[in-house]
């Protein structure tokens, strides 16, 4: 008997699951998405900014630097020693340049709103007065150079940012 209820339960069951189904699938499940942004490329600014290590030592102005990484998208540099001058490189494809301005304000670095040959950005000093970071825009990308002196090198690190970026700019493809 048991086995004929059970039988009954699964056939009524499956009655009720089929009517909640439209059939002809004209129904949406949800409320539309928008379609994605498809960003059109910006500017090749070229491997590690198209600037040497020598323009790093020279226009960076930090002495003996060692290339310390390379990839598809940065580089960064290092001189020798604990808490040693650094400067980085980093180029962003379709992401947006208010997420790294957002990030430099929350780790204590005010952006200032710059220009560098006619294109915007922002240079954000930290308090300390060592690291800048200095951003520019370019379409939907932007690029990034972040220069830290270290406790044993003096000047203004957005200078040197600023110098970098422009040597970039120059040899835009």
Known sequence: M???????AVAASALVLSGCG??????????????????ELG?????????????????????QVTRVFRNAVGCNWQAGG??????TFASYRG???????????VN?????????????????LDPGGSICDLAIQLGDDFFEWSTNLGPFVTGNPCDRSRAL??????RIR
């Open 43 to 63: 500017p090749f600014v070229g491997e590690c900014g198209n600037v040497t290590d020598d323009e790093i030592r020279d226009v960076g102005g930090i002495g």
């Open 82 to 87: 604990f808490g040693s001058a650094s400067i």
């Open 22 to 39: 439209s059939g002809d699938g004209s129904e949406q499940s949800g409320p539309a998405r928008p379609a994605p942004k498809v960003v």
């Open 95 to 105: 992401s947006p340049i208010e997420r790294e301005r957002a990030w430099v304000t």
């Open 108 to 124: 204590g670095r005010a952006p200032e709103q710059i220009q560098v040959a006619g294109r915007p950005g922002f240079a954000a």
């Open 165 to 170: 970026a422009e040597l970039t700019l120059q």
């Open 2 to 8: 048991r086995i004929k209820w059970a039988a009954v």
